[in-house]
């Protein structure tokens, strides 16, 4: 069972993303991070997201835009006991 969902939603700036990933510090918890690709063009290089993180790791690609919140999307999607946006 999944403790906590980190959610990150993402537009642009692909450099901002890697370090708020390698920026969680978790080792306790069984969790799961989830990145919301809005609509970037961007290529998202795993690679460059620490190992300990890939295994809890989920990247969604939006490509059209619809008239739900980004919290619906993801409260739809998520599996932790807590998550957080």
């Known amino acids: 069972m999944i403790d906590v969902s980190i959610i990150i939603p993402f537009y642009k700036n692909v450099e901002w993303l890697y370090q708020?990933?390698?920026s969680i510090d978790e080792d306790k918890l069984n969790y799961e991070i989830i990145i919301i690709n809005d609509g970037c063009f961007e290529e998202i290089d795993l690679n460059k997201i620490k190992h300990k993180h890939t295994n809890h790791l989920k990247v969604i690609k939006i490509k059209i835009?619809?008239?739900v919140s980004q919290e619906m999307k993801?409260?739809?999607?998520?599996?932790?006991?807590i998550f957080h946006f």
Not at 74 to 81: A, I, P, R, S, T
């Open 74 to 81: 993801v409260f739809l999607l998520q599996k932790g006991n």
């Open 20 to 22: 708020s990933v390698n």
């Open 65 to 67: 835009k619809v008239l």
